[in-house]
């Protein structure tokens, strides 16, 4: 029940409630019922302020079990910047399966357009877990880092092998730095997305719609490429149709910005990584409800 009410003092959506609690309870549930206790939660809390209301549902939530843990960081005016609350279960499972844990934020998940980062394991058979919600201001670096103090203050991080995040998270340095035994990986449904919209950018110049087709095909190739050789074949496909016309802008982009780094994006060089051929971080924004 407190998980429930800290969604509804948050503001979250009413389908997101209903997802939650479909997911967590032994009964059958219809939204109706969902529909009357969002209801039943409002009214009873009426007489207090939403930061009133917050405050009662963490300490509630942190009593209610001895491995229920609360964790609030303020920033330099003194108001809420990170709240992070993991449950006795979360960290049991997470103590099972700490090989791989991927990591994502949500943009204006409540009336008060704070975002959720979500953290979420998965064992070798699909199964996955949600073991933290931190509820920030904003993404910057500090939110980042005290994120990641919460967590590998209750946590045995040391066992984790691979952290899954996209290519939207501007706060990967954080989490090589603070995670230097852990291999970070980029989610491969971003990098195909996210190469393509830059392919197209004006500052690169423009590209007829045939080439740009192949260019497509070329990222593809690029991202799901085996052997190094199969991979410098594929980035050599892209600096000729890159460079046609005289032009270098774009391969230049391509090998300053993402070949450096093709560790954490290549198929070839996350093969024997424990990531249990999930290569994306689609079922945890899937959970986000994005």
């Not at 303020?74 to 791989?100: C, D, W």
């Not at 004006?202 to 260019?215: F, N, P, R």
Request: with cysteine; charged share 20%; hydrophobic share 40%.
């Amino acid at each position: 029940m407190s998980h429930v009410e800290l969604m509804v003092a948050s503001g979250s959506k009413c389908c997101r409630i209903y997802d939650y609690t479909r997911d967590n309870s032994p009964h059958r549930v219809q939204m109706r019922y969902v529909y009357n206790l969002i209801a039943k939660i409002k009214k009873s809390g009426s007489n207090l302020t939403d930061e009133d209301q917050v405050a009662c549902l963490l300490v509630d939530f942190n009593v209610s079990a001895d491995g229920n843990v609360v964790c609030i960081d303020e920033n330099s005016r003194g108001q809420t910047a990170v709240v992070s609350i993991s449950s006795q279960h979360m960290r049991k499972m997470y103590q099972h399966f700490p090989e791989l844990l991927l990591v994502d934020c949500t943009h204006k998940s409540n009336k008060y357009n704070y975002q959720l980062c979500a953290l979420m394991i998965m064992n070798q058979f699909g199964n996955d877990q949600t073991i933290q919600h931190s509820v920030i201001e904003r993404n910057a670096d500090w939110h980042m880092v005290k994120i990641v103090k919460h967590f590998q203050s209750v946590n045995d991080w040391e066992q984790m092998t691979v952290i899954m995040v996209d290519k939207d998270l501007n706060e990967i340095e954080v989490l090589k730095r603070m995670s230097p035994g852990a291999r970070i990986l980029l989610c491969h449904f971003h990098v195909i997305k996210w190469l393509p919209s830059a392919v197209r950018n004006d500052k690169y110049g423009t590209y007829a719609t045939e080439v740009l087709k192949q260019i497509d095909f070329c990222v593809a190739n690029l991202v799901y490429s085996k052997s190094e050789v199969e991979l410098l074949q594929h980035a050599n496909e892209f600096k000729v149709l890159a460079c046609r016309g005289g032009r270098d802008e774009l391969w230049t982009y391509l090998e300053e910005n993402w070949m450096d780094s093709k560790q954490m994006w290549v198929t070839f060089f996350r093969m024997n990584l424990p990531h249990f051929r999930n290569n994306t971080n689609n079922r945890l924004e899937n959970f986000s409800g994005n």
